[in-house]
């Protein structure tokens, strides 16, 4: 199970953000993930408290947002949803586009406690 691998490493890029904002604890992570990214959202959400035990966000609450295959057509320049499995124009079919969104996992946010009581997002 690699998404375990990747929370710790999101939790590396974490922890230093929470330094760098003197931060007591994290509340929540919000991460953006794509169909095409090779990471299966129910399995990173079943790996953070494991990779998050004893960390800065040992109570952090992961919020996950998933993103749309979107493409660009060469073809009609159609910006389009597609299908993970086809990558196909909508508008008029072509095959000839570009990947615009879909196989990011990206950390969006993050909701810290910080040593004066306030929260911060950043």
């Known amino acids: 199970m690699h998404e375990l691998a990747i929370c710790r490493q999101m939790l590396k890029q974490v922890t230093q953000i929470a ?3 003197d931060a007591l604890s994290v509340a929540s992570i919000s991460v953006r993930i794509g169909p ?4 299966e959202s129910h399995l990173l959400k079943q790996a953070f408290p494991f990779a998050a035990s004893g960390s800065v966000a040992e109570k952090a609450q992961l919020l996950i947002e998933s993103m749309p295959v979107r ?3 060469g073809q009609c320049g159609s910006e389009t949803d597609a299908r993970t499995n086809d990558l196909s ?4 079919g072509d ?4 990947l615009l969104s879909g196989d990011e996992l990206l950390l969006i946010g993050l909701e810290l406690s910080r040593k004066n009581q ?3 997002h950043v």
Do not use: D
Request: net charge neutral.
């Open 89 to 92: 124009c909508a508008n008029c």
């Open 36 to 39: 095409l990214s090779g990471v």
């Open 71 to 73: 493409v660009r057509c």
């Open 19 to 21: 330094a760098a904002n």
């Open 95 to 98: 095959y000839h586009t570009q």
């Open 118 to 120: 306030e929260t911060t």
